[in-house]
């Protein structure tokens, strides 16, 4: 059970389990529960029964595992979901399999559920404590902010429930030392589309930092990295490209220059061919 405020890489963290569990990152099946916030929203889960609309087509989730026994189901935001749908979790829980309404049992013992949440963030947001290996008051602090964070789950799931959760993991919130690391996963992208052009991207420790400070909101994580990354990089560098500015063999170097990112195409030294 991940636990945690937006932003803080839950979702990521079950990609990269995925992918190193079953060597491919697509082994995680993302099911968002706030699309089971109703009664009737139960049955797309297991499949109609029949006689029901939709009885041939299975349901979302028993149809992911039958097909992809070996896999990463991650139900994101759980708290959103109707409480019938415990019931159901409670069974796979319980049993590791399901039946659903074509009368087919899927088995669920290969499979790794994890379920996140935003219940009780606001405890961890509003310290700057964060939970991990420390002594004295802060260790006292931290039993503190995990007990309240607890209370809050325990006022919404049932008793019954968490006994059969494995394990609870809590998220803080990211530091600016956190968002610096992570600026280079999110420039993978960035590289990966020009280097499919023949283009090298090259970006300076400099660029990395504003990129990190410019994304740097407490209350979302990491998720504005995308749109400052998208809006001051690649919006530039597709400028360049519209441009024919750089072209195969070249490469474009990201620096800092009046406190904004200066993209600069580099031209590849031609050979003279005598």
């Known amino acids: 059970f991940f636990l945690g405020p937006t932003g803080v890489g839950k979702t990521e963290l079950a990609k990269a389990l995925a992918e190193f569990l079953f060597d491919d990152e697509k082994a995680m099946v993302r099911i968002d529960m706030s699309e089971y916030g109703e009664k009737f929203s139960v049955s797309r889960l297991v499949g109609a029964p029949p006689g029901y609309i939709g009885y041939e087509q299975g349901g979302q989730l028993t149809e992911a595992v039958r097909r992809r026994p070996y896999s990463v189901i991650l139900f994101d935001e759980v708290e959103k979901a109707h409480p019938e749908v415990f019931d159901v979790l409670l069974q796979v829980l319980d049993d590791g399999r399901l039946t659903d309404g074509q009368g087919r049992t899927v088995d669920f013992r290969n499979t790794v559920l994890i379920m996140t949440s935003n219940l009780g963030s606001e405890f961890l947001s509003s310290t700057g404590t964060p939970l991990g290996f420390v002594s004295g008051d802060a260790a006292a602090t931290q039993r503190d902010i995990k007990q309240k964070v607890m209370g809050r789950v325990r006022e919404f799931m049932r008793p019954e429930f968490l006994n059969r959760i ?57 998720r504005p990295m995308r749109r400052v990354i998208q809006r001051q990089l690649d919006d530039k560098i597709a400028d360049l490209l519209v441009a024919e500015a750089v072209s195969e063999g070249d490469s474009v170097r990201v620096t800092v220059t009046d406190d904004d990112l200066r993209v600069t195409p580099v031209q590849a030294q031609k050979q003279l061919v005598a």
Not at 191 to 208: P, S, W
């Open 166 to 222: 494995d394990d609870t993991l809590l998220f803080n919130p990211l530091s600016t030392d956190q968002l610096r690391d992570i600026v280079g996963l999110q420039l993978r992208d960035s590289e990966q589309r020009l280097d499919a052009q023949g283009i090298t991207l090259t970006v300076d420790d400099a660029a990395k930092d504003w990129i990190a400070e410019a994304s740097y909101e407490p209350a979302y994580g990491a």
